[in-house]
């Protein structure tokens, strides 16, 4: 987790850092604790907005997921990367591996790469 931190902060250098301790507004536990990268704003349908984080990074029981926000395409992660990053899952915004030895690291930056700037467009 420390050097896919450390990888990260390389890949978008000056970010906004986000430390989620994954509970809700009543201390609900609601998710796994994650960290966040960036800022992207959620455009809600009634006119109203939040920021949020473009990438984010979480620990689980199953290993590491990487979540890239902003990509309207839910199809796309998958189809781009999917088959080029070996051991990972990938949906419409979450990238899953074991470990960070089992994917293309050059694979991860590319598609990082393109959900921020994906997320900037909208």
Avoid at 17 to 44: A, H, M, Q, R, S
Wanted: charged content about 25%; overall charge positive; glycine content about 10%.
């Amino acid at each position: 987790m420390q050097e896919l931190h450390r990888f990260i902060l390389q890949v978008l250098p000056g970010c906004r850092l986000w430390f989620l301790d994954g509970k809700d507004e009543k201390g609900k536990i609601v998710t796994n604790p994650n960290i966040g990268y960036g800022v992207y704003t959620i455009k809600y349908a009634d006119g109203k907005t939040r920021e949020f984080y473009q990438i984010g990074l979480s620990a689980n029981t199953t290993g590491i997921s990487v979540y890239i926000m902003g990509i309207k395409d839910k199809k796309y992660l998958a189809e781009t990367y999917g088959k080029k990053i070996d051991k990972a899952s990938v949906s419409g915004y979450c990238i899953k591996f074991k470990a960070l030895r089992d994917i293309n690291i050059d694979i991860l930056e590319a598609a990082i790469r393109y959900g921020v700037k994906a997320s900037l467009l909208e």
